[in-house]
């Protein structure tokens, strides 16, 4: 028979669809298994060869749980809102929605093409208003609970395009897609008050699976800091407040830098002597995004402020003060105090403007470098300090700098509120309107969802605001609360909102009185397995989180984490080792390869491409191995036999392979678990036969990997059922064991001979064995046997003299 891949993947896909095999139920009296993966931004490119790599590991979970007897929820949808979409629909003329519809139909016609057993009865789409009625439900409950409020702050503006930009989309002061200046603007912006959960984020870490890269970069980000908050005096009157995690080095604090936008530098105007200078450093760092400010690597800048000095706390003296940009308003008070002796940042900034560098841990060599290894170490030139250690001294310091009210314990997070505005059309529209009388005031629940209006041009107004501003007929509204005049907020969410809750109502996607049904969300939640990409370990993970947790704290859902377990996949390059894109030309279309050599193939190539957790590049050498593989498992019916049991022959090694395969797949080793399976293959193809036991275990070892093939198999063997309905093999320890174990043979420690030895085989046996072998036989000619050592399963040492 020939493998006519083409023929039995369309064969099998229509007949999942048309039975909707994989279609979980709420069966709440099954054990509930939920896996999941990070739904795509559907683009107008289609898949690329990464997507189906996370999609298809999972896909093997899933299929095997099924296998295990568990209700397997594995479902899919669409992160449809965003930039790109709205950008080709005003270079288009074409409306946003149509562009989605477009993607979506395209992206679902290749992940079917795949055969992944998604639960398409359960897919949903963060642009479908039924979705993001829920998406605003949320948002009203966080603004009823003081977690959303409106700031001022600021923000990026691009001259050119005449809107917002994130940091991401700054590079060298000007916008990234038109090239203009970018300069800094206060806007009032919608904020979500995610530091109010920041230490609950780091603590439940503890609680859940994840793997510790993915572990490390949440605690980065939420970045705790335990230290102090210090008043350092001015000669201006006031006091300029600092967090530092070193008060133990307050007395090599010789100067302080703030930030460019701290409000001190207007309420210092007319004491500063060189204003003018300071205003037009001012205009520099409003150019650069916050990334270029904070780099380690670039020149350090700054201005002193002639007129104002600080006054350190310990010493009383007084220390200059400068403006840098690589100090930021939006971090801890905007303002630092610098010791350049033991912070090479300092250091370079001291050596640059002259400035005094005074050692105070002892160690190295400060005036060559700055001493950075000095988290211990003994205080010197520290006054009251002198002697102790590090430790001793954090401690005296803060509890002096309490006594005599000039500081206090405080801990610190890098984290910063959540920026929830974007001042564009294309996302879900925010439920708040603005009355002169009673402020900001809530949709009522009732009128949800707000619906995008439809509208001719989604250009941005020119001045900052979202397209949906001209829009008058839908901005001008009543108040909720008092009935009279009021205006829509026109700024839309981001495209974090959508996904930040996904999750959730896949557990009751068609729920129209609530974001899904509390005996849905109790069964379901919470997520067993979620697997997706690094680069969504920050943001995304940690903004679904937060919303996890205060829906938690309101009673919504009862586990405190959304997800139990969280792994992330390394990304498949270009042949040459180089990250795929359309600039390199070196991207692959899975549409193509699927066409060439069938799904199952390059599910099965994406597989077994290497280490899961690794980056990989592509090789259609290896592709075309993985295609052989398949058709030598599909002639296996050509040799297929009678046989209700495992032959003498393959007993053992198919126990092995059950276990490698079972193990493997739960430790994303699925290169591993191919690689075991391919073994089993060559050994049965030694044996020219396979019997129906045998085949009937490898193939449902297969199943998960290379499912239409498997089936297909599964029907022609005449096997009966459906082979997604049979149960995972289970394997006999006792039978994973070799029958013989090579051991080698030692005389006075000197290997001589290696034998191969029943497992079972006693000392007496094993040393008889040893003593007839020709090599040992020729060294103990004269000689007095003195010891005798046998290491079960490993040696066999006789000393002789």
Same mark, same amino acid.
């Given at each position: 028979?020939?493998?006519?891949?083409?023929?039995?993947?369309?064969?099998?896909?229509?007949?999942?669809?048309?039975?909707?095999?994989?279609?979980?139920?709420?069966?709440?009296?099954?054990?509930?298994?939920?896996?999941?993966?990070?739904?795509?931004?559907?683009?107008?490119?289609?898949?690329?060869v990464g997507?189906?790599?996370?999609?298809?590991?999972?896909?093997?979970?899933s299929?095997?749980?099924?296998?295990?007897?568990?209700?397997?929820?594995?479902?899919?949808?669409w992160?449809?809102?965003?930039?790109?979409?709205?950008?080709?629909?005003?270079?288009?003329?074409i409306?946003p929605?149509?562009? &989605? +519809?477009?993607?979506?139909?395209?992206?679902?016609?290749?992940? +079917?093409?795949?055969?992944?057993?998604?639960?398409?009865?359960?897919?949903?789409n963060t642009?479908?208003p039924?979705?993001?009625?829920?998406?605003?439900?949320?948002?009203?409950?966080?603004?009823?609970?003081?977690?959303?409020?409106?700031?001022e702050?600021?923000?990026?503006?691009?001259?050119?395009?005449?809107?917002?930009?994130?940091?991401?989309?700054?590079?060298?002061?000007?916008?990234?897609?038109?090239?203009?200046?970018?300069v800094?603007? @206060?806007?009032?912006?919608? %904020?979500l008050?995610?530091?109010?959960?920041a230490?609950?984020?780091?603590?439940?870490l503890?609680?859940?699976?994840?793997?510790?890269?993915?572990?490390?970069s949440q605690?980065?980000?939420?970045?705790r800091?335990?230290?102090?908050?210090?008043?350092?005096?001015?000669?201006?009157?006031?006091?300029?407040?600092?967090?530092?995690?070193?008060?133990d080095?307050?007395?090599?604090?010789?100067?302080?830098?703030?930030?460019?936008?701290?409000?001190?530098i207007?309420?210092?105007?007319?004491?500063?002597?060189? %204003?003018?200078?300071?205003?037009?450093y001012?205009?520099?760092a409003?150019k650069?995004s916050?990334f270029?400010?904070?780099? %380690?690597? +670039?020149?350090?800048?700054?201005?002193?402020?002639?007129?104002?000095?600080g006054?350190?706390?310990?010493?009383?003296?007084e220390i200059?003060?400068?403006?840098?940009?690589? @100090? $930021?308003? /939006?971090?801890?008070?905007?303002?630092?105090m610098?010791?350049?002796?033991?912070?090479?940042?300092?250091?370079?900034?001291?050596?640059?403007?002259?400035?005094?560098?005074v050692? *105070?841990?002892k160690?190295?060599?400060?005036?060559?470098?700055?001493? &950075?290894?000095?988290?211990t170490?003994i205080?010197v030139?520290?006054?009251?300090?002198?002697?102790l250690?590090?430790?001793?001294?954090k401690?005296?310091?803060?509890?002096?700098?309490?006594?005599?009210g000039?500081?206090?314990?405080?801990?610190?997070?890098?984290?910063?509120?959540?920026v929830?505005?974007?001042?564009?059309?294309?996302?879900?529209?925010?439920?708040?309107?603005?009355?002169e009388h009673?402020?900001?005031?809530?949709?009522?629940?009732?009128?949800?969802?707000?619906?995008?209006?439809? @509208?001719?041009?989604?250009?941005?107004?020119?001045?900052?605001?979202?397209?949906?501003?001209?829009?008058?007929d839908w901005v001008?509204?009543?108040?909720?609360?008092?009935g009279?005049?009021?205006?829509?907020?026109?700024?839309?969410?981001?495209?974090?909102?959508?996904?930040?809750?996904?999750?959730?109502?896949?557990?009751?996607?068609?729920?129209?009185?609530?974001?899904?049904s509390?005996?849905?969300?109790?069964?379901?939640?919470?997520?067993?397995?979620?697997?997706g990409?690094?680069?969504h370990?920050?943001?995304?993970?940690?903004?679904?989180?937060?919303?996890h947790?205060?829906?938690?704290?309101?009673?919504? @859902?009862?586990?405190?984490?959304p997800?139990?377990?969280?792994?992330?996949?390394?990304?498949?390059?270009?042949?040459?080792?180089?990250? %795929?894109?359309?600039?390199?030309?070196?991207? *692959?279309?899975?549409?193509?390869?699927?066409?060439?050599?069938?799904?199952?193939t390059?599910r099965?190539?994406?597989?077994?491409?290497?280490?899961?957790?690794? /980056?990989?590049?592509?090789?259609p050498?290896?592709?075309?191995?993985?295609?052989?593989?398949l058709?030598?498992?599909?002639?296996?019916?050509d040799?297929?036999?009678?046989?209700?049991?495992?032959?003498?022959? $393959?007993?053992?090694?198919?126990?092995?392979?059950?276990?490698? *395969?079972?193990?493997?797949?739960?430790?994303?080793?699925?290169?591993?678990?191919?690689?075991?399976?391919?073994?089993?293959?060559n050994?049965?193809?030694?044996?020219?036969?396979?019997?129906?036991?045998?085949?009937?275990? $490898?193939?449902?070892?297969?199943?998960?990997?290379?499912?239409? $093939?498997?089936?297909?198999?599964?029907?022609?063997?005449?096997?009966g059922?459906m082979?997604?309905?049979?149960?995972?093999?289970?394997?006999?320890? /006792?039978?994973?064991?070799?029958?013989?174990?090579?051991?080698a043979?030692?005389?006075?420690?000197?290997?001589k001979?290696? !034998?191969?030895?029943?497992?079972d085989?006693?000392?007496?046996q094993?040393?008889?064995?040893?003593k007839?072998?020709?090599a040992v036989?020729?060294?103990?000619?004269?000689?007095?046997?003195?010891?005798?050592?046998?290491?079960?399963?490993k040696l *066999?040492? !006789?000393?002789?003299?």
């Amino acid at each position: 028979m020939k493998y006519d891949f083409a023929a039995i993947e369309k064969k099998w896909q229509d007949i999942w669809d048309e039975k909707n095999v994989f279609a979980a139920h709420n069966d709440y009296s099954k054990p509930k298994y939920y896996a999941l993966v990070e739904f795509p931004y559907p683009s107008g490119q289609g898949l690329h060869v990464g997507h189906p790599r996370s999609y298809t590991a999972l896909d093997i979970v899933s299929r095997k749980r099924r296998l295990q007897g568990y209700n397997v929820l594995y479902p899919m949808g669409w992160d449809a809102f965003g930039l790109p979409t709205e950008n080709y629909a005003i270079k288009n003329h074409i409306h946003p929605e149509i562009v &989605t +519809k477009q993607n979506v139909a395209r992206f679902k016609q290749q992940l +079917k093409s795949l055969g992944l057993s998604f639960d398409w009865t359960r897919e949903i789409n963060t642009t479908d208003p039924s979705y993001y009625k829920w998406t605003q439900w949320i948002f009203l409950q966080l603004f009823k609970h003081g977690l959303a409020y409106k700031k001022e702050m600021s923000v990026n503006w691009c001259t050119g395009c005449k809107v917002v930009l994130a940091n991401e989309e700054v590079v060298g002061g000007v916008c990234e897609r038109c090239g203009s200046e970018v300069v800094h603007r @206060v806007k009032s912006q919608w %904020m979500l008050k995610i530091t109010e959960y920041a230490q609950r984020l780091i603590d439940d870490l503890d609680t859940v699976n994840y793997i510790d890269r993915v572990k490390v970069s949440q605690r980065n980000w939420i970045g705790r800091s335990t230290g102090a908050q210090v008043d350092f005096g001015t000669t201006a009157g006031d006091l300029l407040t600092v967090f530092t995690t070193r008060a133990d080095t307050l007395y090599g604090a010789t100067y302080m830098v703030i930030s460019p936008e701290h409000p001190y530098i207007d309420a210092w105007a007319d004491k500063i002597q060189n %204003m003018d200078e300071v205003r037009s450093y001012q205009e520099q760092a409003a150019k650069k995004s916050d990334f270029e400010r904070t780099e %380690m690597a +670039k020149d350090k800048t700054g201005v002193r402020l002639q007129g104002v000095n600080g006054i350190n706390p310990v010493t009383n003296e007084e220390i200059p003060i400068f403006i840098s940009d690589y @100090v $930021l308003m /939006s971090y801890g008070t905007g303002a630092i105090m610098a010791v350049p002796a033991h912070d090479t940042r300092d250091w370079e900034f001291a050596k640059k403007f002259g400035l005094p560098i005074v050692e *105070v841990v002892k160690g190295g060599n400060v005036n060559e470098e700055a001493f &950075t290894d000095c988290e211990t170490g003994i205080m010197v030139n520290s006054g009251m300090l002198d002697g102790l250690s590090v430790e001793q001294a954090k401690e005296k310091i803060i509890k002096w700098l309490a006594e005599n009210g000039k500081g206090e314990p405080k801990v610190n997070y890098k984290l910063r509120d959540w920026v929830f505005s974007r001042q564009r059309y294309w996302g879900e529209p925010i439920p708040i309107v603005y009355c002169e009388h009673c402020g900001y005031v809530p949709m009522e629940e009732k009128d949800l969802p707000l619906t995008l209006p439809e @509208v001719e041009s989604y250009e941005p107004t020119g001045d900052g605001e979202s397209p949906l501003a001209a829009i008058t007929d839908w901005v001008n509204t009543t108040c909720p609360k008092c009935g009279g005049p009021a205006k829509r907020e026109t700024d839309t969410m981001p495209q974090w909102a959508g996904s930040s809750w996904y999750f959730m109502r896949y557990c009751d996607p068609h729920n129209d009185s609530e974001l899904a049904s509390k005996e849905a969300l109790d069964y379901w939640l919470p997520v067993d397995w979620y697997n997706g990409g690094m680069e969504h370990t920050t943001l995304h993970l940690l903004y679904s989180r937060f919303w996890h947790k205060f829906l938690y704290d309101i009673g919504i @859902v009862s586990t405190p984490e959304p997800y139990a377990k969280r792994t992330s996949h390394g990304m498949i390059l270009g042949e040459n080792g180089e990250k %795929m894109s359309k600039s390199r030309g070196n991207v *692959v279309n899975p549409d193509e390869i699927i066409k060439e050599y069938g799904a199952d193939t390059m599910r099965l190539y994406e597989m077994f491409i290497g280490d899961f957790e690794k /980056s990989a590049p592509w090789s259609p050498s290896s592709i075309k191995g993985c295609k052989r593989f398949l058709e030598r498992i599909f002639n296996l019916l050509d040799i297929l036999k009678d046989g209700e049991s495992y032959s003498k022959d $393959l007993e053992s090694s198919i126990h092995k392979t059950i276990k490698k *395969v079972s193990e493997d797949i739960e430790n994303l080793k699925f290169n591993t678990a191919i690689a075991a399976m391919m073994t089993l293959l060559n050994e049965i193809s030694d044996q020219k036969a396979i019997n129906k036991a045998e085949l009937k275990t $490898l193939l449902i070892l297969l199943n998960p990997f290379a499912p239409h $093939l498997t089936e297909e198999m599964w029907e022609i063997g005449g096997f009966g059922g459906m082979l997604n309905e049979q149960k995972w093999p289970v394997y006999d320890e /006792s039978k994973c064991n070799d029958a013989q174990i090579e051991v080698a043979i030692q005389v006075n420690g000197k290997i001589k001979a290696r !034998i191969l030895m029943d497992t079972d085989c006693t000392q007496e046996q094993a040393l008889a064995l040893a003593k007839e072998q020709a090599a040992v036989k020729e060294l103990l000619i004269g000689k007095t046997i003195v010891k005798e050592i046998y290491v079960k399963g490993k040696l *066999v040492n !006789i000393v002789a003299k």
